[in-house]
């Protein structure tokens, strides 16, 4: 227990037991202090050490086919993770528990999880939008963890929720502070990035159900 205590902020099972608490109840949590401070801080230097190699891409939106780049809906660049780090099997193991514990108490399917390092510059943002609609990728839950040490309020770039598809009036909005994560039903929370004026690191993530089937292999390997 002491090992996913270090890595989970020192609260284990307690910080997990209060996010499926909060999905059940709200449709996202919002769980600061989940990630231990050095594990955060090894990925965000892996991420500044990735990005100076020019590992980093702008994003696009869409899947496959629709994959395209529109910097009027997001302008922030991405770097996909592998697990051959040990601060990203750090970070993968974390998720893997809360994808056992979700799917225990809230009978989810949660199959398969993929994710990225996020860099937004100063000024980048990401309009409001949903990760999937009608189940068209096939992602269920997503996650972000934020990797900024020392983040300051009057610098921005929170993370603003919406509790429904139709709502108007804004849930919560979340400082990207190190070591917070947030997580979310993909189908039903529409959120919004908006600006800083600092340099802003974090991992997005998405848990995904398994749409395989004879002819399509979904999630792909």
Known sequence: MRDNEDLLGGMGGDQLDGLIGRLLADGYAVMPGYFSLPVVQA?????????????????????????????????????????????????????????????????????????????????????RHMDAFNGNNGRLLSVVLYLNEGWQSEWGGRLRIWASPDDTVVATEVEPRAGTLVAFLSEKIPHEVLAATR???????????????????DPPR
């Open 43 to 127: 990925l965000r230097n892996e991420a500044m050490e990735r990005d100076g190699l020019g590992e980093f891409r702008l994003a696009g939106i869409g899947r496959r086919q629709e994959h395209q780049q529109d910097t009027r809906i997001r302008s922030d660049r991405t770097c996909w993770l592998k697990g051959n780090t040990l601060a990203q099997c750090q970070w993968l193991e974390a998720m893997e528990q809360l994808r056992l514990q979700v799917n225990r108490a809230l009978f989810m399917g949660l199959f398969e999880l993929e994710s990225h390092f996020a860099i937004y510059g100063p000024g980048d943002y990401y309009q």
């Open 199 to 217: 340099e802003r690191y974090s991992i997005a993530g998405w848990f995904r159900c398994n749409n395989t089937t004879a002819d399509w292999l």
